[in-house]
């Protein structure tokens, strides 16, 4: 027991930690087994209480429950709870066994040794601390799935005849971090935007089809730059879609991750590069050098067994996921991460088109500019990026070196490797739903318009190819019209009556009024 106390689960709160409930409830779950047990620990998005009126409803990140779901106030009550209503949490889940030890779980199963939850909390502590327990193996009972698949996402999953569980979790205990259903995940996964993309594609001609692909690929390039705030020479844009391009074909592991950095920071004067091996934040200093962090990366002893949970991931389990999904869970895992001095937002973006290309998800010989569609959204993309990194910010003990960096000073690595990934799956659905009704559709429109303006300027007057998209250019810029200046300096051989056609021309390429 907790404190010395008879039974330190706690009762009727009108607030729990910073978190204010919206009615007089008794935490029940995880709450009460954080609280109880003294975890440090980032709360659920959602956590769970039982209030004392018959009305099931969820307010200011609090599910409350009616008071005939309420737990037994004890660690196989909450933990059954937990599992039953709120799903797997497996940084809580980790943090409790750690503090609670291999006895009182053991009690738990030998309590009820068939039980579906005391099967799935015994797989889920040797899973996790990978430790066995002394516990006979189950001789009769139906398989159980560990992950409920009616409340979040698993994989294909692998017997454990010791427990009589299917493990389908989403990972290894090196990296698995978890995404819950959601109406916005259900119904971008009902539009089979994949499919949707292919088939619009099809119908584009192949001389079309190239050129926007190559002008994406362009695109994203660019994006991922200006997300972050940087101005790159031509050749460094150039070079970094040609990665992105590849990103399909290449496997990822520590030392591709590492030439995609040499290729990123091109000159590296003042960048070390590989592996940090200092600690890490996003943020400013203030006016004395301190550190001001919104975000602390890992710490440099965890990077290489973070990295390789990343790595084990993307070769296995990520394969039997939703491709959206799988690409959110391991390019937004990476930039928590944050392995290098520098390019890991691009790197995190790119990890993104590895996913979507290797598993098929874009039209053959396209890549989607997923960077265009976050930049666009750059606000929802910061909003994806804090629901993590604030969450676990309090939690992390640091000092400041003298170099006005960070030195971490407690165990995080199980912050890295455990978070709900369900607000970035949601983001990146959206912007692949984006880029799906918009960008393609909008480029390959565009070409073909062009295209056709192009024929028609050859049967209205004879010019250079270069003058041509000069001509198209400045009318596109201005709407269709050719301005006073051009039409005195650059084509002041047309006469008014060419000038008059090629307008219309223009305006019958793009659909617009004359």
Request: with cysteine; proline share 7%; charged share 20%.
């Amino acid at each position: 027991m907790a404190n010395g106390q008879e039974n330190p689960y706690p009762g009727p709160l009108a607030v729990f930690g910073d978190r204010r409930l919206p009615e007089l409830a008794v935490p029940v779950g995880y709450a009460a087994l954080i609280a109880a047990h003294g975890l440090q620990v980032p709360l659920p998005h959602t956590l769970a209480a039982i209030a004392p009126r018959h009305r099931r409803y969820q307010a200011d990140g609090w599910a409350i429950y009616t008071p005939r779901h309420a737990p037994v106030a004890d660690l196989a009550g909450h933990l059954t709870f937990a599992l039953k209503y709120e799903g797997l949490d497996l940084g809580v889940l980790k943090a409790l066994f750690r503090a609670i030890g291999p006895a009182a779980v053991e009690a738990l199963v030998r309590a009820n040794p068939t039980g579906t939850y005391a099967r799935r909390v015994w797989f889920l502590y040797e899973w996790l601390l990978e430790a066995r327990l002394d516990l006979p193996p189950v001789e009769h009972a139906t398989y159980v799935q560990v992950v409920d698949p009616a409340l979040q996402y698993g994989s294909g999953g692998v017997r454990s005849g010791r427990h009589r569980v299917r493990n389908n979790l989403p990972g290894t205990p090196a990296f698995c971090p978890m995404v819950f259903r959601t109406p916005a995940l259900d119904a971008f996964q009902a539009r089979d935007l994949a499919a949707q993309a292919r088939g619009a594609m099809a119908r584009v001609a192949p001389g079309v089809l190239a050129r926007a692909a190559a002008f994406l690929l362009l695109k994203d390039s660019r994006s991922s730059f200006a997300i972050e705030g940087e101005r790159p020479t031509p050749a460094r844009v150039q070079r970094w879609g040609q990665a992105i391009g590849e990103a399909a074909r290449r496997p990822f592991d520590l030392p591709d991750m590492l030439r995609l950095q040499r290729i990123l920071i091109g000159d590296a004067s003042f960048v070390r590069l590989g592996l940090r091996t200092a600690g890490g934040f996003v943020g400013d200093h203030d006016r004395d050098g301190t550190p001001l962090p919104e975000h602390i990366s890992a710490r440099p002893e965890d990077l290489v067994d973070l990295i390789e949970g990343l790595v084990a991931f993307d070769r296995t389990v990520a394969r039997d996921l939703d491709a959206v999904i799988a690409a959110a869970v391991m390019a937004f895992g990476l930039v928590y991460i944050h392995p290098l001095e520098d390019g890991n937002g691009r790197l995190h973006r790119y990890l993104m088109h590895h996913v979507l290309g290797q598993r098929g998800y874009n039209p053959p010989g396209l890549v989607f500019p997923v960077s265009a569609a976050i930049l666009d959204r750059i606000t929802d993309y910061q909003r994806a990026l804090e629901s993590h990194a604030r969450r676990i910010l309090p939690l992390i003990t640091w000092e400041v070196t003298a170099e006005g960096n960070v030195h971490v000073l407690n165990q995080t690595a199980d912050f890295y490797r455990y978070f709900d990934a369900t607000p970035h799956a949601e983001f990146l659905y959206a912007c692949v739903a984006h880029t799906v009704d918009v960008d393609l559709p909008a480029e390959t429109s565009f070409l073909q318009s062009h295209d056709a303006f192009r024929r028609g300027l050859d049967d209205i007057v004879d010019m250079p190819n270069r003058l041509g998209d000069l001509l198209f250019r400045f009318l596109h810029q201005n709407a269709g019209r050719l301005s006073k200046r051009a039409q005195a300096e650059e084509f002041r051989d047309l006469t008014q009556a060419e000038i008059a056609r090629v307008e219309r021309l223009y305006a019958e390429a793009f659909g617009i009024d004359p």
